[in-house]
């Protein structure tokens, strides 16, 4: 079990600070707790988490975003097909990373990222901001499994939804009067009929 000390801050004012022992046996203190309440409460907070085996360490939940985005970022490189990663990394370049950057894993809140995912569906497409918000949500994930922070604040935060784009078809008579009127009339008709797409 830790302990919990008051000593003077700088300004003058009577704070606490608690000391405990990490599951590796380390010593650690947290300090500026203003009442002996805040601290007896983290400290409870911290034996709690000690003893379900979901501890995070305060100084492992400093890493910024940029340093992990950065590896993550090198580490999906390699699994995911070249198309995939640009889009990926246009993501991460121009929205994840300006954005979140310099903040710490342990310090951003769920409330924060749904504000952004708000605004961002406000200028742009639910599919662009469904792939932003899983870049972080990807990083959030690595921090997570690193036990750098107890929670992903990025999941289950509400993404906008895709709406289907209206297609135009063409009647068989529609097909009839194209090929009709081209110098492949066969292929109209073949692509028509088919699905098939350009490329293929």
Do not use: C
Request: proline content about 4%.
């Amino acid at each position: 079990m830790g302990s919990i000390h008051p000593y003077t801050s700088a300004a003058g004012k009577r704070v606490y600070r608690i000391s405990y022992r990490k599951p590796d046996g380390r010593q650690a203190t947290q300090r500026g707790f203003r009442t002996k309440r805040d601290a007896e409460m983290r400290l409870a907070e911290v034996e709690i988490s000690k003893n379900r085996g979901a501890f995070v360490d305060p100084a492992d939940a400093r890493i910024t975003v940029g340093i992990l985005g950065e590896e993550w970022m090198s580490s999906r490189r390699a699994d995911l097909k070249p198309s995939t990663f640009r889009s990926t990394e246009s993501a991460w370049r121009i929205h994840v990373r300006p954005k979140w950057d310099s903040r710490q894993v342990g310090g951003i809140r769920h409330s924060e990222i749904q504000a952004w995912i708000a605004g961002l569906s406000a200028t742009h497409s639910p599919t662009t901001v469904r792939r932003v918000h899983e870049v972080l949500a990807g990083i959030l994930d690595v921090a997570l499994r690193e036990r750098r922070i107890a929670a992903n604040s990025a999941r289950g935060v509400k993404l906008p939804r895709k709406t289907s784009k209206s297609r135009a078809y063409l009647t068989h008579t529609q097909v009839a009067e194209l090929a009709g009127e081209s110098a492949r009339p066969e292929l109209v008709v073949f692509l028509a009929y088919t699905g098939l797409r350009w490329g293929e």
